[in-house]
């Protein structure tokens, strides 16, 4: 059993059909759309050290459909600068 402060572990489905486990580090929404900040982790490896700032985060948008929720590469230039200037602007009034 999973306790709630337990990371949230993702499995998804790379390009080549590869699998490829992400730790779900944050939800944002950016007009009315939610956004999954993820880092990349090894299937069995669950890092302990949330601190480190080397981990390269990706940012999918997710789609829901009944209790199931898919994960997209945002392709749009456009969206992705928008969601990418949301979480700068929220880290930044966080930090003041």
Do not use: H
């Not at 890092?47 to 749009?76: A, W």
């Amino acid at each position: 059993m999973q306790s709630e402060n337990a990371p949230q572990i993702i499995k998804t489905i790379g390009e080549q059909g590869e699998e490829i486990f992400m730790k779900l580090q944050e939800i944002v929404t950016v007009n009315d759309k939610d956004y999954a900040l993820l880092t990349v982790v090894e299937e069995d490896t669950i890092p302990t050290n949330d601190d480190n700032e080397e981990d390269e985060i990706v940012v999918m948008r997710m789609n829901k459909s009944d209790d199931e929720v898919t994960f997209e590469v945002i392709e749009d230039d456009d969206e992705f600068n928008m969601v990418a200037s949301a979480i700068t602007d929220g880290d930044e009034l966080e930090e003041e």
